[in-house]
């Protein structure tokens, strides 16, 4: 409440009524405050936002990841629509894109990947994130810890625990 008088007092070069009323070290509190808020802003302006999902073919793979802005997570989910776990969790994309729009979620078929048939037996379904063109983290064949069926939040939290989808 002091604070908020204080930066009203100064956005209108008002002289303090009293020294007690303020003193310059809540003037340089709420100067760092307003400085971190805006810079905080400034940050939110300059990423973009996304909140939809892309699919992906095998030519445009790498260009998506390499030319996604340094500071966006690009979240790669890698299914095949035949192997019912890859099915489920692929129905929860859309929602994941509105609920962490600063991350560019796309999908691909494996075999549109041109991965092997060994890895689309044992490794699906399979998350991939990068970030700055670089992998962050692979999540392979994610049922093995979740279950073929978990529900949305189920699939939230084992992103983020396993560091493919970051915590808002």
Known sequence: DDLAKAAARFALNEAPKSDNEFD??????????YRAKRMME??????????MIIELTDKDYCDTIDNAHSSTDVI????????????????????????FPKCLICHI????????????????????????GDVKKAWVNIQDTIGDDAEYDVLVEGMQDNSVLPYN
């Open 76 to 99: 790669v989910y890698i299914h095949e629509d035949h192997i019912p776990a890859c099915r489920r969790y692929k129905e929860f994309l859309p929602r994941i894109a509105l609920e």
């Open 109 to 132: 078929r494996a075999s549109k990947a041109k991965m092997s048939s060994n890895f689309i037996q044992r490794g699906l379904p399979c998350f991939i994130a990068y970030k700055g």
């Open 24 to 33: 310059l070290d809540e003037d340089e509190e709420f100067m760092a405050a």
């Open 42 to 51: 400034m940050k939110e302006k300059s990423s973009p936002s996304y909140g």
